[in-house]
């Protein structure tokens, strides 16, 4: 047996596992456990202990096929702004734990007084309630037991993957990385430091916050196997679909959906786009990553089948065959993220008519999201930047059907990674790369998919979407 990397993605929704051969890429047997979460009004949290015991079920159900000695290091990868409050005597959270999609500190964003401009040029983000630093201070003032272990200094707080390596190494290590740490709105990407004037902007103070170190780095050792990285869920799927090279661009629909161009060494900052940062290690700068999320994408048809709209998304060709083009949807569940940034904004549904049918709503929000992804591009290409090549990853389906609406719409070739598991693979990927191995080499599963339909059908497709776009805006109150 050659070299292997356990990668772990602690995710939205699963916790997953996969070891992976360090030489090929290969995967060689995997895990994925649900996480199970409880959704509100405005509101989306998960309990601490099943976030944990989770990813730790799957790590393990993988790692017992193989001996101890062939695995070279754990790669850990995890949703970026979803926040844990624990206390350090117990290891364990001290209230519910708030996904990235919880808005419940929506007030609190709002009152900060630092201007918009400031946390841009700070952190390469905007203040808003999606981001932690908000959170951390909702659950301050709202969970009783949090206030007081934060007076007692025995409060930690930090992203999820900051809580799985400090129980994974036995209270050991209490770190993260810069991709995990500009996500709580508190660290400047200048300095590469928690700032101070952002700390104190939400009445915070640094000591509860964990250490940065670099994306490949000593994250301590669980079962005696050496943990070497922490990285962003988005910045290990987009390591596996390309985007290690400035000029790459990456699309990712999941739960959310993403955008990500690589603009190289050189920071930038563009109104409504967040400037993110990519790996790092002790020898190599983050590149910098121009990064426009969506808020929604499947989340977008988890929402749909609740309404009682009754598909699988396995079906969208079927669906594409019968669905007709005079219903456009607005897919703005939670608003609108970049470059808008509007989170009062709603679905809008056009063009029903008697004869309208279920499928023309499921395919008219499929439309809408590459719509949305069509706009954020074109902002940035009317800002002057290249997109040398584009790779999608999609578990929203296997089938072809968005990526084929892609390139119809953007007029351009554009690669599907088929590998579903682009983030395990890409955080196995930088780790294996800093370990000395030839990633290189690794196979590329993608599908290559150019425009069917002219120029001049694409310009009238997406002028009618820019009409209903415009009215729809108007139509939300």
């Not at 995890?78 to 926040?83: D, F, G, L, P, V």
């Not at 808005?103 to 009152?111: E, K, L, T, W």
């Not at 770190?175 to 104190?200: H, M, P, V, Y």
Request: charged share 20%; with cysteine.
């Amino acid at each position: 047996m050659s070299d292997i990397i356990i990668s772990l993605d602690q995710g939205s929704s699963n916790s997953r596992a996969a070891v992976i051969e360090a030489a090929t890429g290969k995967i060689l047997a995997k895990k994925f456990v649900p996480v199970p979460f409880e959704a509100g009004q405005n509101s989306v949290y998960y309990d601490g202990a099943a976030l944990y015991n989770t990813q730790i079920e799957a790590l393990e159900e993988v790692k017992k096929h193989f001996s101890l000695n062939e695995v070279k290091a754990i790669a850990l990868s995890a949703q970026r702004s979803t926040i844990v409050l624990w206390d350090k005597q117990t290891g364990s959270a001290l209230c519910p734990v708030l996904s990235w999609l919880d808005g419940r500190a929506a007030a609190i964003s709002a009152q900060n007084l630092l201007s918009q401009e400031v946390f841009h040029q700070k952190t390469g983000l905007y203040n808003t309630p999606y981001f932690s630093a908000p959170k951390i201070k909702w659950c301050i003032e709202n969970y009783p037991h949090v206030k007081k272990a934060y007076s007692q200094g025995r409060l930690c707080v930090g992203p999820v993957a900051s809580f799985l390596l400090w129980r994974m190494s036995e209270d050991k290590v209490f770190a993260c990385d810069s991709t995990f740490a500009q996500r709580t709105l508190l660290f400047n990407i200048n300095t590469k430091t928690w700032d101070e004037e952002l700390l104190e902007s939400f009445g915070l103070t640094k000591t509860i916050l964990p250490e940065v170190k670099h994306s490949f780095d000593d994250f301590g050792s669980y079962d005696g196997i050496p943990i070497k990285l922490c990285l962003g869920d988005q910045q290990a799927a987009s390591a596996a679909c390309g985007l290690l090279k400035e000029g790459s661009a990456n699309i990712n629909y999941g739960t959310g959906g993403f955008f990500l161009l690589n603009i190289g060494q050189k920071k930038d900052f563009l109104p409504g786009i967040l400037t993110s940062l990519a790996w790092d290690s002790s020898s190599k700068n983050a590149d910098y990553i121009l990064e426009a999320p969506l808020i929604t994408a499947g989340s977008l048809f988890t929402w749909l089948e609740k309404l009682g709209f009754d598909f699988t998304l396995q079906n969208l060709r079927d669906i594409a065959k019968v669905a007709r083009e005079e219903v456009l949807f607005l897919p703005a569940l939670g608003g609108l993220g970049a470059p808008w940034w509007n989170y009062k904004l709603k679905p809008v549904i056009s063009g029903l008519e008697v004869a309208s049918t279920k499928e023309d709503i499921i395919f008219a929000a499929v439309r809408g999201l590459n719509f949305i992804m069509t706009d954020i591009i074109y902002y940035l290409k009317q800002k002057g930047y290249n997109i040398a090549s584009l790779q999608m990853s999609c578990g929203l389906s296997k089938d072809g059907v968005l990526p084929q609406l892609q390139s119809d719409i953007l007029q351009m070739p554009l690669a599907q990674q088929e590998e579903k598991e682009t983030t395990l693979i890409g955080a196995a990927a930088v780790c294996a790369k800093n370990m000395g191995y030839d990633v290189e080499s690794w196979q590329q599963n993608l599908k290559l998919y150019t425009p069917k339909i002219s120029a001049q059908d694409a310009i009238l497709k997406y002028q009618r979407w820019r009409k209903f776009f415009d009215w729809a805006i108007k139509q939300n109150f």
